[in-house]
T-cell receptor, first 113, second 112 residues
């Protein structure tokens, strides 16, 4: 069953703590994206990667970091520098050989304790 | 600066009615305009998309109307059903990396 798997579904962060959100896809897609969703605010791009070992900052990259060591994996780390991390985080992937269709995972809700 | 403005914020429609959601964009370099549907606790899913070389695209009960001169595009849902109740997002992007800029969303409720 192909798709994008995000884990965990819920995550809690303590003050000063870094946390990592997992995103795995078995769609063989080259491009992957991380979006942040806040209530009533739409989705905002954090980071994106067009190919393994390469990634670019999006509109709100401050306080976040990513890696792309494998094609199927694009983990997002929310660092202690991100002062307002509470949000719904969405990972997506895209087949660069076809259309602009993004396939989204089911998201991770991050809250601060 | 919000590059894609979406309205209304919320919309209530009776079953069988037409739902209309509007978006306006500022960047004339945008060349891809999708609509996504999101159910609570889930990720968005692509509904329909259009490029600026056509003025309308229809897929089943869903139609995008595109007005390049006005820099506006809209989603029409014909014969709206309770199962269409969801949040709808318009978006726009430029070029081949498809870095989508999203509108703030419209919460659609279709009453039975």
């Amino acid at each position: 069953d192909g798709g994008i798997t995000q884990s965990p579904k819920y995550l809690f962060r303590k003050e000063g703590q870094n946390v990592t959100l997992s995103c795995e896809q078995n769609l063989n897609h080259d491009a992957m994206y991380w979006y942040r969703q806040d209530p009533g605010q739409g989705l905002r791009l954090i980071y994106y990667s067009q190919i393994v070992n390469d990634f670019q900052k999006g509109d709100i990259a401050e306080g976040y970091s990513v890696s792309r060591e494998k094609k199927e994996s694009f983990p997002l780390t929310v660092t202690s520098a991100q002062k307002n991390p509470t949000a719904f985080y969405l990972c997506a992937s895209r087949d660069t050989g076809t259309t602009g269709k993004l396939f989204f995972g089911s998201g991770t809700q991050l809250s601060v304790l | 600066q919000q590059q894609v403005k979406q309205s209304p914020q919320s919309l209530i429609v009776q079953k069988g009615g037409i739902s209309i959601i509007n978006c306006a964009y500022e960047n004339t370099a945008f060349d891809y305009f999708p609509w996504y549907q999101q159910f609570p606790g889930k990720g968005p899913a692509l509904l329909i998309a259009i490029r600026p070389d056509v003025s309308e695209k229809k897929e089943g009960r869903f139609t995008i109307s595109f007005n390049k001169s006005a820099k506006q595009f809209s989603l029409h849902i014909m014969d709206s059903q309770p199962g269409d109740s969801a949040t709808y997002f318009c978006a726009a992007s430029r070029g081949s990396n498809y870095k989508l800029t999203f509108g703030k969303g419209t919460l659609l409720t279709v009453n039975p």
